[in-house]
């Protein structure tokens, strides 16, 4: 581990009391190792232990550095594969980075891909009890947002019906209900505003506005351009889990279209001079 | 509404927003679970994870880990209960008999024994039926918990990739609803215990004692599999053939004084020492003690001693085992 990377890194903590940041990311560097990739077999890592290969390892992020306010909201855009939903899971506590340091000032909301983590035989309702539970909140404050929750979702009679019957439009607005009704300091968001039909995503834009407005950070990751430019106050360009530009949403956005459009343009001429 | 109003209704709640929250700031090398921290009722309708401070270089000694184990769980009781609690509703839903299965499964697998051993091998142990079932029963609750356990973390993948929660709640879940299981396979036992009213004794309410032993035993095994099972997915099978040599070779359908008489166990010390040491042997003859009682006689009371030195075992089996899960933790949502 590179610690004397890591230690040069780390960053005097948020002030106590100011509550001006949200988040302070320094110098994160999250490296997947290759060695216990997905379902790993005892004969593959007996090999690898037997043949003392040098452990093979990928960086998902390197030297990500950036500050959120509080009331700020932030989207991170990039191409697929750049790390951004890596970053959240940082963001979120679910994978300790390798490098760097994560300081967070505030409660955090993370139902990052929505819906994925519902258990699909139990109903709708007992999975508002479940999630609530996973999240660490308190079992009367659950059931005591549970009516909100089952009313902002607009489930009807299926609230009571098994998940595995809902469509995956239903899925995605219960799991947004679930995540923005715990009333967040910071809220991560990853890719939520493309579900549901076209009344929900209205409406989820509107809480989502609602939180923004509440002086609450977001961090949110999108490949809504549109979005990012209408209602981010601030946006971040990764690539290759390099942050290749920070700043004020039209501008990075138009910076990611450029680089977005010149690849094409590359892979495009590749692809025609290997057809010649 | 346009950007620029948002821009300026952020401007201008920017700087002047009241601390809800006193930062609380520590180094740590994990998020601290939120509960934790506060008075279990002080809890705000926020979530779990309030300011911290989380740095690569952190990495806390056992000791703090199996402190964090403890306290992962003690704050999270109701997630355990809630999530044995969705088991058992899934394990009964599925199939036409439902929850009966928990009474006919032990049942039924009596009668094969009964049939292969008592009929077709013609072993004379008198009251065989009972004999085999005190082992049944308490078989049944580990292999399920265990093999429960073995997946009960991976099968979270995705809830572990979008929230921070601590992970080892799910195996002691699992390890848990076997208990439920148990309770259920005591139904059946008392029925059969009325075909023979003579074994009926007040030992039967040391069986809770029994059972406290191996649910901590089986809590040590749990811990093991359950983060095992995510580096090395070969684990159920192995599991599965590991489990059934262990039945066998525990004295289950027979009893450990049947092994002592054998040539080979009286000429090794050694062997009949580890036949004895044999976690499953001493639960296994717990159980029959009470249960069931000796061949020619009524039921008795369990080896203690046996017993207490299995207790004291399982504790420092859970201590270690605990810190192995916790110290893999971070990994998890990496690997999975």
């Known amino acids: ?276 | 509404m346009s950007p620029d109003r948002i821009a300026a209704e952020l401007g201008a709640r920017r700087g002047g927003f009241p601390v809800r929250h006193a930062p609380r700031l520590r180094l740590t090398g994990r998020p601290p679970s939120g509960v934790r921290m506060l008075p279990f009722r002080a809890m705000s309708a926020t979530s779990e994870v309030p300011a911290v401070f989380r740095h690569a270089a952190t990495r806390p000694g056992a000791r703090r880990l199996l402190g964090e184990a403890i306290d992962d769980v003690r704050s999270r009781r109701r997630l355990v209960r809630y999530l044995v609690q969705a088991d058992i509703r899934k394990k009964g839903a599925d199939t036409f008999f439902g929850n009966l299965w928990w009474i006919l499964d032990p049942l039924l697998q009596m009668a094969v024994y009964v049939v292969f051993i008592g009929l077709i091998l013609q072993r004379d142990t008198p009251d065989y039926p009972l004999f085999i079932l005190a082992a049944i029963l308490p078989w049944k609750w580990f292999t399920t918990s265990v093999n429960d356990a073995a997946s009960s973390v991976v099968s979270q993948e995705k809830l572990i990739k979008q929230i921070q929660f601590p992970k080892i709640v799910l195996p002691v879940a699992a390890t848990t609803a076997g208990v439920v299981g148990f309770g259920f396979g005591l139904i059946p036992l008392f029925a059969i215990m009325l075909l023979y009213i003579d074994r009926i004794s007040p030992y039967l309410l040391v069986i809770p004692v029994i059972a406290a032993v191996q649910y901590l035993f089986t809590l040590g095994v749990a811990f093991l599999v359950s983060a095992a099972n995510i580096f090395f997915r070969d684990l159920g099978n192995v599991l599965r053939h590991v489990l059934r040599l262990w039945f066998y070779l525990s004295p289950g359908l027979y009893s450990l004084a049947l092994l002592d008489e054998t040539a080979v166990f009286q000429e090794n010390p050694a062997l009949s020492f580890i036949a004895h040491a044999n976690p499953m042997a001493i639960l296994f003859e717990a159980y029959r003690a009470v249960m069931y009682g000796t061949p020619d006689g009524g039921a008795l009371m369990p080896d203690w001693t046996g017993l207490l030195a299995l207790t004291v075992a399982s504790l420092l089996l859970i201590a270690v085992t605990a810190v192995f899960f916790k110290r893999l933790e971070p990994q998890f949502a990496k690997v999975l």
């Not at chain 1, 232990?49 to 700020?72: H, K, N, Q, T």
């Not at chain 1, 940082?90 to 990052?112: K, R, T, W």
């Not at chain 1, 549970?146 to 009571?160: M, W």
């Not at chain 1, 990764?238 to 910076?255: F, M, N, Q, Y």
């Open chain 1, 1 to 276: 581990m590179p610690s004397s990377r890591a230690d040069a890194a780390a960053p005097p903590p948020i002030k106590a009391g100011r509550g001006q940041l949200a988040i302070r990311a320094a110098g994160i560097g999250v490296r997947y190792s290759l060695r216990f990739t997905k379902k790993t077999t005892i004969r593959q890592s007996m090999g690898q232990i037997l043949s003392r290969e040098p452990m093979e390892s990928f960086w998902a992020l390197r030297d990500v550095s950036f500050d959120v306010e509080r009331g700020e909201s932030l989207a991170v855009i990039g191409p697929n594969g750049a790390g951004k939903s890596t970053l959240l899971q940082v963001l979120a506590g679910i994978i300790l980075p390798s490098e760097g340091s994560v300081d967070v000032n505030g409660h955090i909301s993370s139902l990052l891909t929505l819906g994925a983590g519902f258990d699909q035989d139990l109903s709708g309702r007992d999975n508002i009890l479940l999630a609530g539970a996973f999240m660490g909140l308190d079992d009367p404050v659950v059931r005591e947002l549970l009516p909100s929750i089952v009313d902002y979702a607009d489930l009807g009679q299926f609230i009571d019906a098994p998940i595995k019957t809902y469509s995956s439009g239903m899925r995605a607005r219960l799991g947004f209900s679930i995540a923005t009704s715990v009333d967040p300091d910071i809220l991560l968001l990853d890719e939520v505003l493309a579900t549901g039909d076209a009344e929900f995503r209205a409406k989820s834009k509107t809480r989502v506005i609602e939180l923004v407005q509440a002086a609450k950070g977001i961090v949110l990751v999108t490949h809504d351009m549109a979005w990012v430019v209408e209602y981010c106050n601030r946006a971040m360009l990764l690539e290759k889990g390099a942050l290749i530009v920070e700043g004020s949403p039209a501008d990075v956005v138009k910076v990611h279209e450029e680089r977005s459009a010149r690849r094409k343009a590359e892979r495009a001429a590749r692809l025609g001079g290997a057809g010649l």
